[in-house]
């Protein structure tokens, strides 16, 4: 059970593997008056980065699940360098069907809601770990622009354009759910491309250094396509936010 490899190589540098940069989660931590000793469970909790700077910046205490090897691996260096490793801890696993032991005050699913099957089942499995109460973040895409047909979605790395919704209809869909939206981040173009742009030079170098892997072709080919897919579409037609989200 392990993340496959091609993502640690494009994310080989990233402490944030999403398109907020580390003032944007910053700016959301602070937004969120997170009292010290809060509860966080992080599902899909990535290379830790979000537990381990607001533990540090505001005292939370965490567990993070993740089904990379690589990625928790950091998480845990990472919360050694910060000095917040007797605060939060990393748990390699699949996230899926993932329940706290006791209920914590800040439930989160950062960039990975296919966890629960969507955005729908996310908020459902985060909600049996959440204390009356609590906070819930997710983190999901929802289109800046509506593409004009399907090609683009694709282009986008959408399997449909029904896969997002625009922001309102994002924020709606919430609501239906039965949350309240208490606060949001979302990602800009520039953010996009400190999550995006900086795949390639983490491409270009794995390929230096492994021309004879199996992965080499398709490391390859993906340097050589992805900036241009990117810049004329996911740049323009995709968004991303983190959802900070209350049950009414
Ligand atoms: C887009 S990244 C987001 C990581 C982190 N939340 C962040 O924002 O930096 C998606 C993460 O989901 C993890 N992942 C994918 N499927 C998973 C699963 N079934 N259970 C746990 N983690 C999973 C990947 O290893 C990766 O770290």
Redo the contacts with the bound molecule.
């Keep these: 059970m392990d ?1 496959p490899r091609i ?1 640690t190589i494009r994310e080989s540098s ?5 398109p ?1 940069t580390a003032g944007k989660l910053a700016a959301l931590g602070a937004s969120l008056h997170l009292a010290p000793g809060t509860r966080a469970l ?6 830790g ?2 537990l381990c700077t607001w533990a540090r910046d505001h005292g939370i205490t965490g567990t993070g ?4 090897t690589v ?1 928790t691996a950091r998480a845990r260096a990472r919360a050694a360098e910060l000095g917040v490793a007797d605060r939060v801890e990393f748990v390699h ?4 069907g993932h329940v706290a032991d006791q209920p914590v005050d800040l439930a ?5 809601t ?2 629960g099957d969507g955005v729908a089942g996310t908020t459902e499995l985060l909600g049996r770990s959440l204390r009356p109460g609590g906070l819930m973040l997710i ?1 999901e895409p929802f289109w800046r622009r509506t593409p004009p047909d399907e090609e683009t979605a694709k282009a986008c790395h959408a399997t449909s354009i029904a896969d997002f919704v625009l922001l309102p209809e994002l924020i709606e869909r919430f609501q239906e759910l039965g949350y309240d939206v208490v606060e949001m981040m979302l990602a800009d173009q520039d953010s996009w491309d400190r999550y995006a742009a900086a795949q390639w030079l983490n491409l270009r170098r794995w390929l230096d250094r492994n021309p004879d892997d199996e992965l080499a072709p398709e490391v390859r080919a993906e340097l050589t396509t992805e900036p241009v897919q990117y810049a004329r579409y996911g740049r323009e037609y995709l968004s991303w936010g983190v959802f900070a989200l209350m049950k009414r």
């Design positions: 993340l993502f990233h402490r944030i593997h999403n907020l992080d599902l899909a909790s990535g290379s980065e979000l699940v993740d089904i990379s990625f696993g699949d996230a899926a989160a699913c950062v960039g990975a296919w966890i983190g």
